[in-house]
Protein backbone atom coordinates (compact mmCIF):
# COMPACT_ATOMS: atom_id res chain seq x y z
CA UNK A 1 0.00 0.00 0.00
CA UNK A 2 1.00 3.27 -0.93
CA UNK A 3 1.87 5.98 1.76
CA UNK A 4 2.87 9.48 1.66
CA UNK A 5 3.79 11.53 5.12
CA UNK A 6 4.38 15.02 4.88
CA UNK A 7 6.03 16.81 7.88
CA UNK A 8 8.10 20.34 8.54
CA UNK A 9 5.10 22.75 8.32
CA UNK A 10 4.72 25.28 10.99
CA UNK A 11 4.18 28.82 12.08
CA UNK A 12 6.76 31.12 10.33
CA UNK A 13 7.63 34.82 10.32
CA UNK A 14 7.24 36.83 6.92
CA UNK A 15 10.42 36.44 5.26
CA UNK A 16 11.84 33.26 7.06
CA UNK A 17 12.11 29.81 5.59
CA UNK A 18 10.89 25.70 6.23
CA UNK A 19 11.58 22.89 4.40
CA UNK A 20 8.91 20.54 4.16
CA UNK A 21 9.62 16.35 3.71
CA UNK A 22 7.32 13.98 1.67
CA UNK A 23 8.47 10.38 2.39
CA UNK A 24 6.93 7.64 0.57
CA UNK A 25 6.31 4.13 1.32
CA UNK A 26 5.08 1.32 -0.46
CA UNK A 27 6.69 0.96 -3.45
CA UNK A 28 9.71 2.15 -5.54
CA UNK A 29 9.34 6.08 -6.55
CA UNK A 30 12.64 6.70 -8.43
CA UNK A 31 11.11 6.77 -12.04
CA UNK A 32 7.90 8.75 -10.70
CA UNK A 33 6.71 12.34 -11.08
CA UNK A 34 6.29 13.64 -7.53
CA UNK A 35 4.58 16.68 -6.58
CA UNK A 36 3.50 19.85 -3.92
CA UNK A 37 0.05 21.03 -3.62
CA UNK A 38 -1.51 23.82 -1.43
CA UNK A 39 -4.62 24.37 0.19
CA UNK A 40 -5.32 27.66 1.51
CA UNK A 41 -8.77 28.09 3.49
CA UNK A 42 -11.61 28.59 1.36
CA UNK A 43 -9.59 28.42 -1.94
CA UNK A 44 -9.31 25.44 -4.30
CA UNK A 45 -5.93 22.94 -4.20
CA UNK A 46 -3.07 24.39 -6.18
CA UNK A 47 0.29 23.40 -7.89
CA UNK A 48 3.14 24.61 -6.36
CA UNK A 49 6.12 22.50 -7.84
CA UNK A 50 6.90 19.12 -9.41
CA UNK A 51 9.85 17.23 -10.36
CA UNK A 52 10.72 14.18 -12.31
CA UNK A 53 12.37 11.10 -11.77
CA UNK A 54 15.07 12.74 -13.43
CA UNK A 55 15.18 16.25 -11.24
CA UNK A 56 13.62 18.20 -13.66
CA UNK A 57 11.73 20.52 -11.74
CA UNK A 58 9.00 23.19 -12.35
CA UNK A 59 7.38 26.02 -10.47
CA UNK A 60 3.81 27.89 -10.00
CA UNK A 61 4.86 31.31 -11.38
CA UNK A 62 3.73 32.53 -7.68
CA UNK A 63 6.70 30.77 -5.49
CA UNK A 64 9.49 31.02 -8.49
CA UNK A 65 12.72 32.37 -7.65
CA UNK A 66 11.63 31.40 -3.40
CA UNK A 67 10.90 27.44 -3.53
CA UNK A 68 12.93 24.95 -4.60
CA UNK A 69 11.57 21.07 -4.70
CA UNK A 70 14.06 18.30 -4.67
CA UNK A 71 13.98 14.85 -4.12
CA UNK A 72 16.33 11.72 -2.60
CA UNK A 73 15.30 8.62 -4.55
CA UNK A 74 17.53 6.35 -2.55
CA UNK A 75 15.31 7.32 0.57
CA UNK A 76 11.76 7.89 -0.94
CA UNK A 77 11.90 11.47 -0.04
CA UNK A 78 11.31 14.90 -1.54
CA UNK A 79 11.77 18.07 -0.05
CA UNK A 80 10.56 21.69 -0.56
CA UNK A 81 12.46 24.05 0.63
CA UNK A 82 10.57 27.28 1.18
CA UNK A 83 12.04 31.14 1.23
CA UNK A 84 11.53 34.51 1.19
CA UNK A 85 8.03 32.98 2.66
CA UNK A 86 4.94 35.18 2.95
CA UNK A 87 1.52 35.21 4.38
CA UNK A 88 -0.15 34.19 1.15
CA UNK A 89 2.03 31.10 1.39
CA UNK A 90 -0.34 30.29 4.17
CA UNK A 91 -1.80 26.58 3.29
CA UNK A 92 -1.77 22.97 4.12
CA UNK A 93 0.59 21.79 1.82
CA UNK A 94 0.37 17.99 0.52
CA UNK A 95 2.65 15.59 -1.78
CA UNK A 96 1.43 13.66 -4.47
CA UNK A 97 2.59 11.09 -6.58
CA UNK A 98 0.45 8.42 -8.78
CA UNK A 99 -2.84 9.85 -7.27
CA UNK A 100 -1.86 9.18 -4.16
CA UNK A 101 -2.00 12.21 -1.29
CA UNK A 102 -0.31 12.71 2.16
CA UNK A 103 -2.39 13.69 5.02
CA UNK A 104 -0.83 17.37 4.47
CA UNK A 105 1.56 19.57 6.91
CA UNK A 106 -0.04 23.57 8.02
CA UNK A 107 2.08 26.32 7.22
CA UNK A 108 1.38 29.40 8.50
CA UNK A 109 3.24 32.39 7.49
CA UNK A 110 2.39 35.44 10.36
CA UNK A 111 3.87 37.72 12.08
Given at each position: ????????????????????????????????????????????????A????????????????R????????????????????????????????G??????Q?????
Amino acid sequence: QVQLVESGGGLVQPGGSLRLSCVASGTTFGIYAMGWYRQAPGKQRELVATISGGGSANYADSVKGRFSISRDNAKNTMYLQMNSLKPEDTAVYSCMVLGYWGQGTQVIVSS
